[in-house]
Nanobody
Framework: QVQPVESGGGLVQAGGSLRLSCAAS????????MRWFRQAPGKGREFVAG???????????EYADSVRGRFTISRDNAKNTVYLQMNSLKPEDTAVYYC??????????WGRGTQVTVSS
């Protein structure tokens, strides 16, 4: 079973940066579709960024409109880890950030989340 574990959250001032990490077990990590979601207080969980295998050694990244140009998702398959580099953070980015792993069409796993707080 794949169990993603997030880390890297914290408190940062507006305009600052944080890098989140998500480590996931599994011998075929390179084929996993990895995504980040977030949930702000009183709101539903929303998609932030995704990273999935396209062909050969090429991966496809996608972003929510609200973070495109500020956040970058990447992975290190040797470390079974996906990253979310967050720059130019805004108070509205404050949320619990969750890592989602889609290992197969029917096997999907969630981490427990890491808190990101951006002060104004």
């Amino acid at each position: 079973q794949v169990q993603p574990v997030e880390s890297g959250g914290g408190l940062v001032q507006a305009g600052g940066s944080l890098r989140l990490s998500c480590a996931a077990s599994g011998r075929t990590f390179s084929s996993y579709a990895m995504r980040w979601f977030r949930q702000a207080p009183g709101k539903g969980r929303e998609f932030v960024a995704g990273h999935r295998w396209s062909s050969g050694s090429v991966y496809y990244a996608e972003y929510a409109d609200s973070v495109r140009g500020r956040f970058t998702i990447s992975r290190d398959n040797a470390k079974n880890t996906v990253y979310l580099q967050m720059n130019s953070l805004k108070p509205e980015d404050t949320a619990v950030y969750y890592c989602n792993v889609r290992a197969t069409q029917t096997a999907e796993y969630w981490g427990r989340g890491t808190q990101v707080t951006v002060s104004s």
